[in-house]
């Protein structure tokens, strides 16, 4: 049996997309990798969705498609207990020749907000909830989602929503089983586990941590090992944002607070409206959701979780305990006083998602910006044009693109990179021809 030290690890680093792009290497290269790093193009994070060049982002010919320094995140590596042989895995983040950090890497796009952050003396404290579909084993084949037999149970395929079912659960026990064993071993804090609004939907929250760059690790970490777990047991995963047309699609909900440097949530003031810092926070949200929509939602297939009557958000919209706008100030204790950002779908970047939410919270703690009235009842009924969401991938990027504030808080080169992309994604995409045209047109016209 093959020591620890013996055993391959995987190294990645974690594109635009939220892909896992790096290496596999021999244990034995694992002392060097930490003090030296490894190479890759830098061209490598600005990749479209499919791993292709982009030409148009300025990193491959007009540098001679240099390569930055990949170097790793955490200290040692950590078992893929799913692997068919004895494997570890390295997070990294990449680094400029020179040693300064690579503005579009994900993970520095975060650093850089959160820096700013600790400028002003504040600690940003997070937690994501994450939602995914389990499917048969022979969807991802198929490439059409289908539902999974509960195998351990009844033995019947689910096909109804039978949301929080504990008998659903049940039905899995051997995949949540090692789910959570994985999460212990990796060192994800999984927390609660729900049942969702679709067959075979699911939703696990993570336990918030004191640092931005932890949780987005960690929600990296934990889509990987939900899909690894998933083919292992015969099943397949997936946290695309829309999988079934009909059903609930997969969202990825932020929870955050501030600290200051005597650790008091500078969001409390004793009572449930939270201090003008937590409007200051939300004002800022607002002012730059339609903004940031393209990290929220980053595919084609993102935006069809935006339509009426479905629970994702529509309007840039905040309110106390309300589950129809976009920031909901959840009620609790004053002290855990925190905001909730529900617009992000789980195919989305992790990184991206908590440094455009901090980057918007930030904007308006720095401008001392105010938000309307809380909304009472239905956002969705509100019908405010200027507050509408931006809900076509092309329109979204264009804003994206001329955002001042984005540019300012995430960084010119990631603003530049990131567009480049999505819109090499959209140029594909629209070349081709779907089937349901063939279907509808071809010998009727």
């Known amino acids: 049996m093959n020591s620890k030290k013996d055993n391959e690890f995987d190294l990645f680093i974690t594109d635009l997309n939220g892909n896992l792009r790096g290496k596999r290497m021999p244990g034995s290269a694992l002392h060097k990798v930490k003090d030296e790093g490894v190479k890759l193009p830098r061209s490598v994070l600005g990749f479209d ?111 109804e929503t039978d949301c929080y079912s504990i008998d659903e659960m049940d039905c899995l026990s051997a995949f949540f089983t090692e789910v959570r064993e994985v999460c212990d071993i990796q060192g994800v804090p999984a ?52 999988p079934y047309a009909k059903k609930s699609g997969n969202g990825m909900h932020v929870h955050f607070s501030l600290l200051d440097e005597a650790g008091n949530n500078v969001f409390d003031n004793g009572g449930e409206e939270g201090t003008d810092v937590l409007k200051h926070a ?94 009472e009842g239905d956002a969705n009924a509100e019908n405010n044009d200027k507050l509408v969401l931006p809900n076509k991938w092309d329109e979204s990027t264009e804003i994206f693109n001329k955002s001042d504030v984005l540019k300012e808080y995430l960084g010119e080169e990631f603003i530049r990179v990131y567009t480049a992309a999505k819109r090499q994604e959209q140029k594909k995409l629209h070349e081709q021809i779907s089937d349901i045209e063939y279907e509808a047109y071809l010998g009727l016209l």
């Open 191 to 242: 927390d609660t586990i729900i049942s969702e609004l679709g067959p075979g939907q699911f939703e696990i929250n993570l336990n918030h941590v004191p640092d931005p760059m932890q949780a987005g690790d960690q929600a990296i970490m934990f889509k990987r090992l939900v899909k690894g777990i998933a083919r292992k047991q015969g099943y397949a995963a997936t946290f695309m944002a829309k």
């Open 282 to 375: 939300v004002a800022g949200l607002m002012h730059t959701m339609a903004d940031s929509m393209l990290t929220f939602a980053p595919h084609m297939n993102s935006y069809r979780r935006f339509m009426a009557g479905a629970h994702a958000p529509t309007y840039a919209s905040w309110g106390y305990e309300n589950r129809t706008v976009a920031i909901r100030i959840p009620e609790s204790p004053p002290n855990a006083r925190r905001i909730e950002h529900r617009v992000a779908g789980a195919d989305a970047n992790p990184y991206l998602v908590l440094a455009s939410i901090l980057a918007g919270a930030l904007y308006g703690i720095e401008n001392k910006l105010m938000p309307p009235a809380p909304i």
């Open 49 to 159: 969705f499919w791993g292709d060049d982009v030409l148009e982002n300025g990193l491959v010919f007009e540098t001679g498609d240099s390569d930055g320094v990949c170097m790793p995140v955490h200290e040692g590596s950590v078992p893929v207990p799913w692997a068919d042989s004895p494997r570890d895995q390295v997070l990294a983040m990449m680094f400029n020749p020179d040693g300064t950090p690579f503005g579009a890497d994900p993970r520095q796009v975060l650093s850089g907000v959160v820096k700013r952050f600790k400028a002003l003396g504040l600690t940003p404290v997070v937690a994501t909830e994450l939602e995914f579909y389990l499917m048969d084993g022979k969807s991802e084949e198929t490439q059409r989602p289908r539902p999974p037999i509960l195998i351990e149970g009844h033995g019947r395929r689910l096909s």
